[in-house]
């Protein structure tokens, strides 16, 4: 399986990353953010993730930069250590510019239907805001699923893409048209 990751992951101080490490995700050289802690199994057969820290770059993003994120890192654990079999999850992180927690929620539970993730639950968090709501559930390493994560991970990649370029032309337009404005003056 050939990564070919624009995203990158990476442990503490930007080293290589070893499983049990916090994880630093960057797009290119700008942190998207970390999970920490990263919780393995005793024999590494076993990933637990959780604790999801995003950047104020996510956070203001009008796209779910976590999904891909989460998505990098799965494809980046089965393709790095052979010894990780099962990658179990709990998502509840709110991004404010996805709209309300149901309908986060639900996002969520697609995209990990779409990868073969099995026994997905949806339920409230209490301790948090009402609408607020975590996602759980187990990938485990299969043919079906490798391929499944595969075909997801690219056509995410591929919207990240076009996102970041209409981004980048909204960013300009603004420019302009903020200096022919003040040409004008």
């Known amino acids: 399986m050939e990564l070919n990751q624009q995203i990158k992951i990476v442990g503490p101080e930007g080293g290589v990353y070893r499983l049990a490490e ?18 393995v199994s005793d024999d590494l ?23 891909l994120v989460f998505l990098e890192i799965c494809a980046f654990l089965c393709h790095k250590f052979d010894s990780v079999g ?20 639900l996002l969520r539970a697609d995209l990990m239907t779409r990868i073969g993730a099995a026994d997905i639950q949806i339920g409230p968090k209490p301790d948090r805001l009402p609408g607020h709501f975590a996602v759980s559930g187990i990938w485990r390493y299969g043919d079906q699923t490798v391929a499944a994560l595969m075909d997801v991970l690219e056509d995410e990649r591929r919207k990240y893409a076009e996102w970041k370029t209409r981004s980048k032309l909204t960013l300009l337009g603004r ?8 040409r004008e003056r």
Do not use: C, W, Y
């Open 175 to 182: 420019l302009r048209n903020a200096l022919l404005r003040q």
């Open 45 to 67: 057969s076993e990933v637990h993730l959780e604790h999801f820290h995003p950047s104020e770059f996510v956070l203001a993003a009008d796209f779910n930069i976590g999904g």
């Open 22 to 39: 916090a994880m630093h995700v960057f797009d290119h050289d700008r942190l998207l953010g970390t999970v920490d802690p990263v919780l």
């Open 86 to 105: 099962v990658i179990s999850f709990v998502l509840s992180r709110p991004f404010p510019g996805l709209g309300p927690g149901t309908k986060q929620a």
